[in-house]
């Protein structure tokens, strides 16, 4: 049975019992009465063009919340205004009306997929650490770790389910709204990848280009620092999204510093995004405020791990402008962003009296996500010559932002993705591609469709759901029986796609 991890779960519960209020709605309005319309209707459908959709319902926007419509031709937001009806391509569009809230699908910028088949049920080590050093020397961490390299074809593995572990993940991210995944630091491209969520960090993110680079640990020498500044300076690399200070010791603060030392200090600079940052204070938020440097914030797996959180009230304060959430892995960490968007707040709420709003939660991660990734350009926002990478939502239009942090992918009625729409309710099914078709499962209660595999045979890319999920569970228990002589407790069952309020 997949629960959470009991220490976890004790420190949430603290944070709920402190927390009286979800904090104030800037753009909601005193009445919470909801609109009963957007609660007991389904989003409705007029076929059209394929390719073409007039969206209508209450658009989040840079600007705030607005009552308006959104055209999509092809993967671009070709128009998004109080009305498209002069906008060449709305004539003939399929129409979607929503009584609902449509939003910029959420970027994932921090994490590690090839994890994503476990979860603290695999791996809760029942204590607490002081950096990331301290707990991969675990023996059931390293168990976990030993499992997950066998399948994914590490070393001399016989097994190879990268891909189905890779799809796993996107889903699992993809069905609550995150439209951009982050895969992992170093991995190997698969041609399977990406074929749901954008696998970000990848040349197969759908942009056309991936100026995007990740790292585990800060640069080793002062050469391997500076050929990522001048990758800055060439204009190759727009961000640079490193672990740092991850843990609460000295050795895990000690890493900006080496960060710092390295290469006259270049890559303090706007488009370095700190991961974690943990163990930072004054002094270095203070120089990343200056540097214009970025931060990337995962309090679940924090807590998990060190029972302490990245300090987001002194970021604040010293200036920093980019601050990112992300789940970092589902090991401790949330299943997705819906899932850490509450976690986020509720420590919001009981370390620093509710700090941040739900609109600045919303933009972590949506923009600011962008931003910390580089992808602010195409992604991140609904505006004109954006991506259409959007969400709709069956939640309060009234208070939408407040709304978002009470919602799961039983909310959502349709995750779109480069114009495609590929999860949603069923009522939108008719919106989605036709070819190789669809399939629908079960979604804590309701019955959703989701659109995993593909026509092209190369590449696993013609692979269900279904499928994917029993060769997940087969060979994880194949996995046990091989180890189970070793003393090995089970990997199975599989972590789950979603775990329902
Ligand atoms: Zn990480």
Wanted: a negative charge; hydrophobic letters at 40%; charged letters at 15%.
């Amino acid at each position: 049975m997949h629960t959470q991890g009991r220490i976890l779960s004790a420190l949430l519960a603290g944070f709920l019992s402190l927390s009286g209020c979800s904090g104030g709605d800037p753009t909601g309005g005193s009445d919470p009465a909801p609109d009963p319309g957007w609660m007991k209707n389904p989003p409705v459908i007029t076929p059209g063009a394929s390719g073409r959709f007039l969206l209508r319902g209450t658009l989040l926007l840079p600007q705030g919340p607005l009552k308006g419509e959104l055209l999509v031709e092809g993967n671009t937001l070709t128009c998004v205004a109080e009305s498209c009806a002069s906008a060449t391509g709305a004539a003939g569009a399929t129409v979607i009306e929503t009584g609902g809230v449509i939003f910029p699908g959420m970027l994932d910028g921090h994490n590690h997929g090839l994890f994503n088949i476990f979860d603290e049920a695999d791996w809760n080590p029942g204590r607490f650490y002081g950096s990331h050093n301290d707990w991969t020397s675990d023996t059931r961490y390293q168990q976990v770790l030993d499992a997950k390299q066998y399948l994914n074809k590490d070393v001399t593995s016989p097994v190879d389910l990268r891909c189905e572990i890779d799809k796993y993940a996107e889903l699992k991210a993809l069905i609550a709204g995150t439209t951009s995944f982050t895969l992992a630091p170093g991995a190997v491209e698969l041609a399977c990848y990406s074929s749901l969520a954008r696998t970000i960090d990848t040349s197969r993110n759908g942009l056309g280009t991936d100026l995007l680079r990740t790292a585990i640990s800060v640069p080793s020498t002062t050469s391997a620092a500076q050929t990522i500044c001048n990758s800055y300076a060439a204009g190759t690399c727009n961000a640079y999204a490193v672990h740092v200070g991850e843990g609460i010791n000295a050795t895990a603060r000690n890493e900006f510093a080496t960060l710092e030392s390295r290469a006259a200090g270049c890559l303090l600079a706007p488009q370095t995004s700190i991961v974690h940052g943990t163990a930072l204070g004054d002094a270095e938020f203070s120089k990343m405020a200056v540097a214009g440097m970025r931060l990337i914030w995962s309090p679940k797996s924090n807590l998990f791990l060190y029972n302490d959180t990245t300090r987001i009230d002194l970021a604040l304060k010293a200036g920093i402008k980019t601050i990112a959430l992300a789940p970092d892995w589902s090991l401790g960490g949330s299943v997705n962003l819906l899932d850490e968007l509450r976690v986020a707040n509720q420590v919001s709420q009981s370390k620093w009296n509710g700090i941040l709003s739900p609109q600045r939660l919303f933009d972590m991660v949506t923009i600011d996500a962008a931003r910390a990734l580089g992808v602010d350009g195409l992604l991140g926002s609904l505006e004109v010559g954006k991506r259409a990478d959007l969400v709709l939502a069956r939640i309060d239009p009234s208070q939408p932002y407040t709304a978002l942090l009470t919602a799961s992918p039983l909310d959502l009625d349709l995750v779109m993705v480069d114009g495609k729409p590929l999860y949603g309710t069923l009522e939108l099914k008719a919106a989605a591609p036709s070819t190789p078709g669809c399939e629908e499962l079960s979604i804590c209660g309701a019955t959703k469709f989701v659109c995993v595999a593909e026509s092209s045979t190369q590449n696993k890319l013609n692979q269900t759901y279904a499928e994917i999920v029993d060769v997940l569970r087969s060979n994880l228990s194949d996995y046990d029986t091989m180890v189970s002589s070793l003393g090995v407790q089970p990997m199975t069952p599989l972590a789950p796609l979603v775990r329902c309020p």
